[in-house]
């Protein structure tokens, strides 16, 4: 079992900046690909940004990029994602997930790739 913690959620004015971070306990971290989803009321759940268990490969979903950034630190178990000139459509509740990785630059988009999920963090961005 892997426990996923996310953190650092809360409320920006658009154009601000926040940053993310999802605590992993468990099992051993660099053995997981992890992800980000965010899911909006009323929306479904959707892919934001993904990265290998060995941190050499990531992924921003294509309206995001430049904006979003994922990365992870190993020796601290965690994964973050930056978020930068955030606007009020940037407000869901986002989640962390992570999977075994097959190999050390996979890296997995779909919600059902992943076995694992945290709690999710609110992220509101006023206008």
């Known amino acids: 079992q892997v426990q996923l913690v996310e953190s650092g959620g809360g409320l920006v004015q658009a154009g601000g900046s926040l940053r993310l971070s999802c605590a992993a306990s468990?099992?051993?971290?660099?053995?997981?690909?992890t992800g980000w989803f965010r899911q909006a009321a009323g929306k479904e759940r959707e892919f934001v940004a993904a990265?290998?268990?060995?941190?050499?490969?990531?992924t921003v979903t294509n309206s995001m990029k430049g904006r979003f950034t994922i990365s992870r630190d190993n020796a601290k178990n965690t994964v973050y994602l930056q978020m930068n000139s955030l606007d009020p459509e940037d407000t869901a509740v986002y989640y962390c997930?992570?999977?075994?990785?097959?190999?050390?630059?996979?890296?997995?988009?779909?919600?059902?790739?992943?076995?694992?999920w945290g709690q999710g963090t609110q992220v509101t961005v006023s206008s």
């Open positions: 997930a992570a999977r075994r990785g097959e190999y050390n630059f996979s890296t997995y988009k779909a919600i059902y790739d992943y076995d694992y």
């Open positions: 990265i290998s268990r060995n941190g050499g490969i990531s």
């Open positions: 468990g099992r051993t971290f660099s053995n997981y690909a």
